[in-house]
């Protein structure tokens, strides 16, 4: 493989979109936050419908509310990492 083809194989990592979690984890970190649908939905200039949409996996959000969105729940995924993997013991339970 030449320099060239593995500089653009990064480059095509490093400028991909970022994606969006899956629509189970989506409410979970929204509700790890105490947030609700409406609050969410009035912070990016949505209607709570969409918002429930996205959550449902029934529809993606467009941009420019998908970079907002996917922002908002990385976001939350570091404040609340159990949120984002349901798999994580909490030892405070």
Do not use: F
């Not at 969410?40 to 029934?58: I, N, P, S, T």
């Not at 907002?68 to 798999?87: C, E, N, S, T, W």
Request: hydrophobic letters at 45%.
């Amino acid at each position: 493989m030449l320099i060239v083809d593995l500089l653009a194989a990064v480059d095509a990592v490093l400028t991909r979109s970022p994606e969006l979690p899956q629509p189970s984890a989506r409410a979970r970190l929204r509700k790890a936050d105490r947030l609700t649908q409406q609050q969410v939905a009035d912070l990016l200039g949505v209607r709570r419908l969409a918002v429930a949409r996205w959550e449902a996996g029934k529809v993606e959000p467009r941009e420019p509310h998908r970079k907002a969105y996917i922002r908002l729940l990385a976001g939350l995924a570091v404040k609340h990492p159990q949120a984002a993997d349901p798999g994580t013991s909490n030892p405070q339970a």
